[in-house]
T-cell receptor
Framework: AQKVTQAQTEISVVEKEDVTLDCVYE???????LFWYKQPPSGELVFLIRRNSFDEQNEISGRYSWNFQKSTSSFNFTITASQVVDSAVYFC??????????????FGQGTRLTINP | DSGVTQTPKHLITATGQRVTLRCSPRSGDLSVYWYQQSLDQGLQFLIQ???????AKGNILERFSAQQFPDLHSELNLSSLELGDSALYFCASSSPPGTGGAGYNEQFFGPGTRLTVL
């Protein structure tokens, strides 16, 4: 069975600090996909990144960076120089390859990030 | 804007009642997914339809049912509502299999329907 664990329920930091959100996953598939979504106070789910299991290169997008380590089954997300607008709930998710069109996302419990001015 | 629309945005009803949530997928998408976000269970997958047929099922209660119509819109029916059914219900859609690359079809989420059962 697939499982995603986000051990940090809530994180609170002061603006401009760097913050890392942890994500650990479990799957028996050798091919899988990992995601991060952001849910701001308005409630919608905003897609941030998708990573394939066969691509372990880290990725940087502006102030956001992701560290994927298959050896530890982790896919951590770092925000550099955090801003108040980064305050949101962040979800890590996992999906196996679609089979005959069937597909689902398994989400972690989410980490509520609060950036204080 | 993901292109996925959900109606209504908010719904308030009483225990024991039945409600219908509606989702219109992005143009060209054949798959529709339903997810429930509640305080107790977090964000969990309920069910997927592909071109009118059920394709994958998650932890969906027997009191809940869904369907996808020929015009590809989908409805999620919740009956005999309980207080614990209060949640945010998301719909997502994706393109047909094989067009997403590398065995995954990107899911685009709608804004959600917030259901409150009193």
């Amino acid at each position: 069975a697939q499982k995603v664990t986000q051990a940090q329920t809530e994180i609170s930091v002061v603006e401009k600090e760097d913050v890392t959100l942890d994500c650990v996953y479990e799957t028996r598939d050798t091919t899988y996909y990992l995601f991060w979504y952001k849910q701001p106070p308005s409630g919608e789910l905003v897609f941030l990144i998708r990573r394939n299991s066969f691509d372990e290169q880290n990725e940087i997008s502006g102030r956001y960076s992701w560290n994927f380590q298959k050896s530890t089954s982790s896919f951590n997300f770092t925000i550099t120089a955090s801003q108040v607008v980064d305050s949101a709930v962040y979800f890590c998710a996992l999906s196996e390859p679609s089979f005959q069109g069937a597909q689902k996302l398994v989400f972690g419990q989410g980490t509520r990030l609060t950036i204080n001015p | 804007d993901s292109g996925v629309t959900q109606t209504p945005k908010h719904l308030i009803t009483a225990t024991g009642q039945r409600v219908t949530l509606r989702c219109s997928p992005r143009s060209g998408d054949l798959s529709v997914y339903w997810y429930q976000q509640s305080l107790d269970q977090g964000l969990q997958f309920l069910i997927q339809y592909y071109n009118g047929e059920e394709r994958a099922k998650g932890n969906i209660l027997e009191r809940f049912s869904a369907q996808q119509f020929p015009d590809l819109h989908s409805e999620l029916n919740l009956s005999s509502l309980e207080l614990g059914d209060s949640a945010l219900y998301f719909c997502a859609s994706s393109s047909p299999p094989g067009t997403g690359g590398a065995g995954y079809n990107e899911q685009f989420f709608g804004p959600g329907t917030r259901l409150t059962v009193l």
